[in-house]
């Protein structure tokens, strides 16, 4: 069992940044694929980003390609989200998710490929 906090929202001016953070508990943080997802408001939950258990793989959706950057620390069981530029359409409560340990799944990820979730942290961006 994973349990997965995060922190970092607030609200912000469009052009802002901010970073969210995502801290697990347990020991073998390392062989947890890591995404965060995003969900509007009257929206569906949505794939941001993933990265894969060493850091060294990241798929990001075309929405936010070029703007946010996620990364993650092993030693810290940490995972982050650096978002810059950001617009009023990224506005969401930002999800982090851990898929199964042990199983590296690569890609653009799904809602069914995460097996543990945070409880969420907003991020409002006015224009």
């Known amino acids: 069992q994973v349990q997965l906090v995060e922190s970092g929202g607030g609200l912000v001016q469009a052009g802002d940044s901010l970073r969210l953070s995502c801290t697990a508990s347990?020991?073998?943080?390392?062989?947890?694929?890591m995404g965060w997802f995003r969900q509007a408001p009257g929206q569906e939950r949505e794939f941001a980003a993933s990265?894969?258990?060493?850091?060294?793989?990241?798929y990001y959706a075309d929405s936010v390609k070029g703007r946010f950057t996620i990364s993650r620390d092993n030693a810290k069981n940490t995972v982050y989200l650096q978002m810059n530029g950001l617009k009023p359409e990224d506005t969401a409560v930002y999800y982090c998710a851990a898929g199964r340990s042990g199983t590296q799944i690569m890609g653009v990820l799904t809602t069914r490929d995460m097996a543990y979730w945070g409880k969420g942290t907003l991020v409002t961006v006015s224009s």
């Open positions: 347990g020991r073998t943080f390392n062989t947890y694929t």
């Open positions: 990265i894969s258990w060493s850091g060294g793989v990241t």
